[in-house]
């Protein structure tokens, strides 16, 4: 079976940093993505890791341990419109369906 | 940039009835998924297609689902009796491929319609 797990909400100020943390175990594994969903839209793409390790996209990070089934995405210099939905998603072998976990609500206060 | 274009966006309609929810994908993708979105739920797969065939469903999928493309362009989701918990948004979502440069960008969605069953 697959399961995804991540904090339900966090909350964050203006200006600073926050990371959001994924745990992952899956049968198989081809590579972990990170998507943004404001209320009533489609996810959107934000990062894919498929090696252990950091890649940074702007203001966005996303880290993987693929030994450890971890994850975390990390957003500096939070903005207002960085409040969202944030989605880990697993692809769990080559072919396969990513599944999503339930989501990251983040709330940015002024 | 590219779309995947779902239609329509917000459909009503009374339980028992057929609904049938239209996608059209990026002309040079390959593979074409369903998802669905309870409201306030996480995002759920329903079916994937390759090569003009189901080549995955889940649980949710069952006999009054049913995937069609029907002309090359179109990607449909038939729902034959919508039942009140079939209320959600449904989102289409296709991709080039599943490795390379383009498989590391995953999915591309659609804006998805959001069916609601009364």
């Known amino acids: 079976g697959q399961n995804i797990d991540q904090p339900t909400e966090m909350t964050a100020t203006e200006g600073a940093i926050v990371q959001i943390n994924c745990t992952y175990q899956?049968?198989?594994?081809?590579?972990l993505f990170w998507y943004q969903q404001h209320a009533g839209e489609a996810p959107t793409f934000l990062s894919y890791?498929?090696?252990?390790g950091l890649e940074e996209k702007g203001r966005f990070s996303s880290f993987l341990s693929r030994s450890k089934g971890y994850s975390y995405l990390l957003l500096k210099e939070l903005q207002m419109k960085d409040s969202a939905s944030y989605l880990c998603?697993?692809?769990?072998?080559?072919?396969?369906?990513?599944?999503f976990g339930k989501g990251t609500r983040l709330h940015i206060l002024p | 940039e590219p779309e995947v274009t779902q239609t329509p966006s917000h459909q009503v309609t009374q339980m028992g009835q057929e609904v049938i929810l239209r996608c059209v994908p990026i002309s040079n993708h390959l593979y074409f998924y369903w998802y669905r979105q309870i409201l306030g739920q996480k995002v759920e797969f329903l079916v994937s297609?390759?090569?003009?065939?189901?080549?995955?469903k889940s649980e949710i999928f069952d006999d009054q689902f049913s995937v069609e493309r029907p002309d090359g362009s179109n990607f449909t989701l038939k729902i034959r009796s919508t039942k009140l918990e079939d209320s959600a948004m449904y989102f289409c979502a296709s991709m080039g491929t599943l490795q390379g440069p383009q498989g590391r960008d995953g999915y591309t969605f659609g804006s998805g319609t959001r069916l609601t069953v009364v």
């Open positions: 899956t049968s198989g594994f081809n590579g």
């Open positions: 998603a697993v692809k769990g072998n080559r072919d396969d369906k990513i599944i």
């Open positions: 297609f390759y090569n003009n065939e189901i080549s995955e």
């Open positions: 890791n498929v090696l252990d």
